[in-house]
């Protein structure tokens, strides 16, 4: 299994990321996928998920309007389109991939890629 996130750097504030994550070795289509973030000396957080079957979004509210997940079940990728990035945005961000199977939880993580903002 591996979860493999790219698209971060570096961004002046106002600016956009995009950020993909390449999934291999399940079958993608059947989990929930998510991202994370952790900002240095905070907790991670979730910023976006996104499920498997209907596609359904939710968003941390400090992002709404501004991010925006897909995923692409064909190609076993999912994406976080960030725009009007602001500072307070940076940190490491993490895909995730969970779901329920018989009563048991499987969660996958990247290795996180990092995101700075400049002001």
């Known amino acids: 299994v591996q979860l493999v996130e790219s698209g971060g750097g570096l961004v002046q504030a106002g600016g956009s990321l995009r950020l993909s994550c390449a999934a291999s070795?399940?079958?993608?289509?059947?989990?929930?996928m998510a991202w994370y973030r952790q900002a240095p000396g905070k907790e991670r957080e979730l910023v976006a998920r996104?499920?498997?079957?209907?596609?359904?979004?939710d968003y941390l509210d400090s992002v709404k309007g501004r991010f925006t997940t897909s995923r692409d079940n064909a190609k076993n990728m999912v994406h976080l389109q960030m725009n009007s990035l602001k500072p307070e945005d940076t940190a490491v961000y993490y895909c995730?991939?969970?779901?329920?199977?018989?009563?048991?939880?499987?969660?996958?993580w990247g290795q996180g890629t990092q995101v700075t903002v400049s002001s």
């Open positions: 995730k991939a969970d779901r329920w199977l018989y009563g048991v939880r499987h969660d996958y």
């Open positions: 070795g399940f079958t993608f289509s059947n989990y929930n």
């Open positions: 996104i499920t498997s079957l209907s596609g359904s979004t």
